[in-house]
């Protein structure tokens, strides 16, 4: 099936940033495609999803993320400022091609994750 890659991740001190992509290896400029991520213990948490025609952050990331599609790449990106240590988890990549399937978590389509580190 059509494969998602991240790539981006690493080891930042609070309040830094990171931008963090991924790679589809099909046609996705129609679909709609989010960031989700699991620290170590905790269920998988929504961050961010982006369709052609919206983008809708949650409440955690509001102000401090945002993400950004480049159809032509098939390349959705996740910026990330002013991280906090809390930020700390594997984020992964999603896609679907209804916006209420990736919300909720049951997107098609799941990258393998990239991890990322906020040290304080």
């Known amino acids: 099936q059509v494969r998602l890659v991240e790539s981006g991740g690493g080891l930042v001190q609070a309040g830094g940033s990171l931008r963090l992509s991924c790679i589809a290896s099909g046609t996705f400029g129609t679909y709609a495609m989010a960031w989700f991520r699991q620290a170590p213990g905790k269920e998988r948490e929504f961050v961010v999803a982006?369709?052609?025609?919206?983008?809708i952050s949650a409440d955690s990331v509001k102000g401090r993320f945002s993400a950004a599609r480049d159809n032509a790449k098939n390349t959705v990106y996740l910026q990330m400022n002013s991280l906090k240590p809390e930020d700390t988890a594997v984020y992964y990549c999603?896609?679907?091609?209804?916006?209420?399937?990736?919300?909720?978590?049951?997107?098609?389509?799941w990258g393998q994750g990239t991890q990322v580190t906020v040290s304080s």
């Open positions: 982006i369709s052609p025609a919206d983008i």
């Open positions: 999603a896609a679907d091609r209804q916006m209420r399937a990736v919300m909720a978590g049951k997107a098609g389509y």
